[in-house]
T-cell receptor, first 118, second 115 residues
């Protein structure tokens, strides 16, 4: 149980195009999903918290107009990187939280999406 | 503010030997502590968590971790390492006083198990 999928697993795009990444909780409903970015040999950096049916909450320094997040259902959140540039190349990981927001909740992570912008 | 430190960037251990990956934390209230493992080009997999109760927590793949409140530590251990345990390990903490708060992750420790 508690499986989170991401699609695509990797994507290569040209500079200036937009890329959409999907995150799905396969066997549970997630009222809250999170999007992270990971640079090589570094820890995860939280980009935003996505709550079903409401606007995402972005971390300081993350451009909300560049990284569009939609959480349309309890099992799907999407991250769209708009007008991508080479500096947006990174490993993007989503996670879904099981629970009601208590500190004891476990988060389950997707396998990640490697984005390369040429 | 809460923080997590993993003092070792890299840990090398021979297959069959015990392994320890260290984690120390700082929180205002009571800590809820988690360990995750990341294999190359993959997301994080949950290993175990400490919420309350017994200080020794057993998790997936034979891993366990010991919570030590006086030393503010939550070291990950395994009695006998396997080559397949080679991966990146992350310690994470939440503060029990902050409902709805996300994890704070440590910087990660790369474990290499040598055959």
């Amino acid at each position: 149980g508690a499986v989170v999928s991401q699609h695509p697993s990797w994507v290569i795009c040209k500079s200036g195009t937009s890329v959409k990444i999907e995150c799905r909780s396969l066997d549970f409903q997630a009222t809250t999903m999170f999007w992270y970015r990971q640079f090589p040999k570094q820890s995860l950096m939280l980009m935003a918290t996505s709550n079903e049916g409401s606007k995402a909450t972005y971390e300081q320094g993350v451009e909300k107009d560049k990284f569009l997040i939609n959480h349309a259902s309890l099992t799907l959140s999407t991250l769209t990187v708009t007008s991508a540039h080479p500096e947006d190349s990174s490993f993007y990981i989503c996670s879904a939280r099981i629970g009601t927001g208590a500190p004891t909740d476990t988060q389950y992570f997707g396998p990640g999406t490697r984005l390369t912008v040429l | 503010a809460q923080s997590v430190a993993q003092p070792e960037d890299q840990v090398n251990v021979a297959e069959g030997n015990p392994l320890t990956v260290k984690c120390t934390y700082s929180v205002s209230g009571n800590p809820y502590l988690f360990w995750y493992v990341q294999y190359p080009n993959r997301g994080l997999q949950f290993l175990l968590k400490y919420i309350t109760g017994d200080n020794l927590v057993k998790g997936s793949y034979g891993f366990e971790a010991e919570f030590n409140k006086s030393q503010t530590s939550f070291h990950l251990k395994k009695p006998s390492a396997l080559v397949s345990d080679s991966a990146l390990y992350f310690c994470a903490v939440r503060d029990a006083w902050n409902y709805g708060q996300n994890f704070v992750f440590g910087p990660g420790t790369r474990l290499s198990v040598l055959p």
